[in-house]
């Protein structure tokens, strides 16, 4: 739809004359356009018409509106793979923390979570409006626990059928892939073949298969094989989340890791992955359980909780987990991140929530974790790695950016500060002051990359004919400001901000625009 003037936010200079009808909705001048191929920066004009970039490089066209971009770079919009936005696209459809990061799509339904009818769910966005682009996997935990509950066993053969014919639906539905979190329950309780029997109905539909792998810690190097083996009985790209090593005594050891999917490439199988830029990861209270224990849902543990020799038995389980899965003797570097039960816990450690109630043991520590999983566990930030291995990531060519983030309610909690500055925070910290990335292959990680990754074959580059998803930021001064002590905050730099051509972020303010669009997967059938 062509924008009219009046109905935009007039925040940059009108450079055009009046004397020749214009061609163009949008037309960026003289900007440092870095297309998202990884190629080398150069100045030039952008043009926008219909909601696709309609020109690149250097042309006489007017615009209605025009704008000076002299001194600013000019990129895709950052596609971010791995977020968690079910609930947050039905009640905070802006996005903010997104928009305000120069995020234009995002893909949700990770780690095995996804919404359980993902038809209805994109009927339901799609009539609410969104800030940006969404898709989503479908999520293996979801189908597990509708076809079986939290039982933990092998499925039936009937329950099997099940679960590929609601993966089948979901593809058809649009699902981009079938997603795995092989440390939650019910995923965690699936062996290799189950997963194998349900990428294959993923891979007919040309989806994909994104993991958050069986371990990330003392079992990494053996879940990345398990990832591999995945892609490879299944026949499809595997796309490993959130890369990192977590174990203390493995730290230094990405060099490892990395070489485990290089070999896998080498071998003739598309493996590749995502990371998010902290040394610090996210995830509930609950992965600190052994994962018997959580079988039958949270009813089922405050009954185990309540007898003394199974409380006991966990906690066990639990210290020896944390001296051998995680290489650590305290539990000083989990820090609650929401419980609300007791909002003043938020931000603080393990050990210091305990410390304050006079104790420090690692028995005590467990029994405090203990007791909030009796009130119905925690959100948690977790600083399980090593800046040495996040930097190494980073720099490899086959990671893409990724935040692993929800769309929080602002001012609510210590979130996790990924999901409101993780690109930022890569232009500014890596590549602005520590220069450990090019601007051209930063942007190239968090357009082009994921892009192709996920089968988004209009979006990730400036290419005429593409969807016009754009950003205009300062090189100079563009940055996160949100820390782990102060997460809300939404980065700072990001002068524009269009989706399908259209602002949702003007001047660096939001707009109420909402142009965002539903994106489908490969198996989609428009008869849904």
């Known amino acids: 739809m062509r924008m009219r003037a009046a109905a935009l936010l007039l925040a940059f200079p009108l450079l055009a004359s009046a004397q020749e009808p214009p061609q163009y909705d949008l037309v960026i001048r003289d900007g440092r356009l870095v297309d998202g191929s990884g190629a080398p920066w150069r100045e030039g004009d952008l043009a926008i018409q219909d909601g696709k970039i309609a020109g690149i490089g250097r042309f006489e066209g007017r615009g209605v509106r025009e704008i000076d971009a ?26 903010l923390n997104f928009v305000h990061d120069g995020v234009t799509t995002i893909v949700t339904g990770n780690c095995g979570g996804s919404a359980p009818d993902l038809a209805a769910f994109f009927d339901e966005i799609a009539r609410g409006g969104l800030g940006l682009n969404a898709a989503s996997l479908v999520g293996h935990n979801t189908v597990r626990r509708t076809a079986m509950g939290m039982e933990r066993r092998p499925p039936t053969i009937e329950e099997l059928a099940k679960m590929q014919a609601l993966v089948d639906e979901a593809m058809r539905a649009g699902a981009v892939g079938l997603a795995t979190g092989l440390i939650y329950t019910p995923g965690t309780w699936a062996d290799t073949d189950e997963v194998v029997a349900l990428a294959r109905v993923a891979a007919r539909h040309g989806g994909i298969y994104a993991t958050h792998m069986r371990s990330e810690g003392d079992k990494v190097k053996e879940a990345i094989v398990e990832a591999i ?85 966990i906690a066990h389980e639990m210290k020896d987990n944390i001296r051998k899965r995680n290489g650590r003797k305290d539990l000083g570097y989990a820090v609650v991140a929401r419980y609300e039960p007791d909002p003043a816990r938020e931000g603080q450690s393990i050990l210091d929530i305990t410390r304050g ?36 990531i980073l720099a490899w060519p086959l990671s893409a950016v990724a935040s692993d983030a929800g769309i929080p309610t602002f001012g609510n909690g210590k979130p996790h500060p990924r999901g409101y500055g993780s690109n930022a925070r890569v232009l500014g910290h890596y590549v602005r002051e520590r220069r450990l990335l090019s601007l051209e292959e930063a942007v190239r990680k968090m357009t082009s990359l994921p892009a ?47 989706v399908n051509g259209v602002p949702v972020i003007d001047a660096g303010r939001p707009t109420e625009a909402r142009p965002g669009q ?9 008869s849904r």
């Open 229 to 313: 083996d995945v892609g490879r009985r299944a026949g499809l790209p595997v796309q490993i989340s959130h890369f990192k090593v977590s174990h203390k005594k493995l730290w230094g050891r990405s060099d490892e890791t990395i070489a485990l999917v290089e070999q896998a490439r080498a071998a003739g199988i598309d493996v590749a992955v995502d990371q998010y830029p902290y040394p610090a990861s996210a995830t509930s209270l609950s992965v600190m359980l052994p994962s018997w224990a959580l079988e039958g849902g949270g009813d089922a543990l405050k009954q185990r909780l309540a007898d003394g020799a199974t409380r006991e038995r």
């Open 70 to 95: 002299k001194g600013l770079v000019v990129a895709p919009g950052f596609i971010d793979v791995h977020a968690h936005a079910e609930e947050g696209l039905r009640e905070r459809p802006a996005a």
């Open 518 to 526: 539903v994106l489908h997967g490969p198996g989609w059938r428009p």
């Open 452 to 498: 192709h990754r996920f089968g988004f074959s209009d979006r990730g580059l400036l290419r005429p004919g593409l969807a016009a998803d754009v950003v205009v930021f300062d090189p100079k001064t563009v940055a996160d400001r949100a820390t782990f002590a102060a997460p809300h905050a939404y980065s700072e730099g990001f002068h524009l901000v269009l």
């Open 357 to 392: 109630q006079g104790q420090k043991s690692l028995e005590a520590q467990i029994a405090t974790v203990l007791e909030m999983m009796e009130q119905g566990g925690a959100g948690m930030v977790y600083f399980g790695m090593s800046d040495e291995d996040v930097d190494r």
